[in-house]
């Protein structure tokens, strides 16, 4: 279900998957196909981890490649998570054929 809050999308982003929701900053974005099934590919993470455990391993990287990249939007886009969702945005059949636990192809051997 997608639903439309500008308050509840932080600065600098339009959207957020929230399980089971995806918020989106306005109502055109519901056009934008790439960024709704970004979203929806959080939400298939979400739901996978069992929607906690996401959060907890989602902050811990970040905060790890925050530490690792020392700014806040290479941190971001080098958050596996975002990687597998960056990375397929735009190809709308990849929810069908993504494997489980898709986001760990993700994570660079080299990193940790």
């Given at each position: 279900?997608?639903?439309?809050?500008?308050?509840l999308?932080?600065?600098?982003?339009?959207?957020?998957?929230?399980?089971?929701?995806?918020f989106?900053k306005n109502t055109s974005?519901?056009?934008?196909?790439?960024?709704?099934?970004?979203?929806?590919?959080?939400?298939?993470?979400?739901?996978?981890?069992?929607?906690?455990?996401?959060?907890v391993l989602y902050?811990f990287?970040?905060f790890f490649?925050l530490?690792?990249?020392?700014?806040?939007?290479?941190?971001?886009?080098?958050?596996?998570?975002e990687r597998e969702?960056?990375?397929?945005e735009c190809?709308?059949?990849?929810?069908?054929?993504?494997?489980?636990?898709?986001f760990l192809?993700?994570?660079?051997?080299?990193?940790?």
């Amino acid at each position: 279900m997608i639903l439309i809050s500008k308050y509840l999308i932080p600065k600098g982003y339009t959207g957020l998957a929230i399980f089971p929701f995806v918020f989106l900053k306005n109502t055109s974005l519901k056009l934008d196909k790439a960024l709704v099934n970004h979203e929806h590919i959080h939400l298939k993470q979400q739901l996978e981890l069992l929607v906690f455990p996401f959060y907890v391993l989602y902050c811990f990287e970040f905060f790890f490649r925050l530490l690792q990249y020392k700014d806040w939007k290479t941190a971001y886009r080098n958050v596996s998570f975002e990687r597998e969702a960056y990375s397929n945005e735009c190809d709308f059949e990849y929810l069908k054929s993504r494997r489980t636990w898709g986001f760990l192809k993700y994570i660079r051997a080299n990193d940790f």
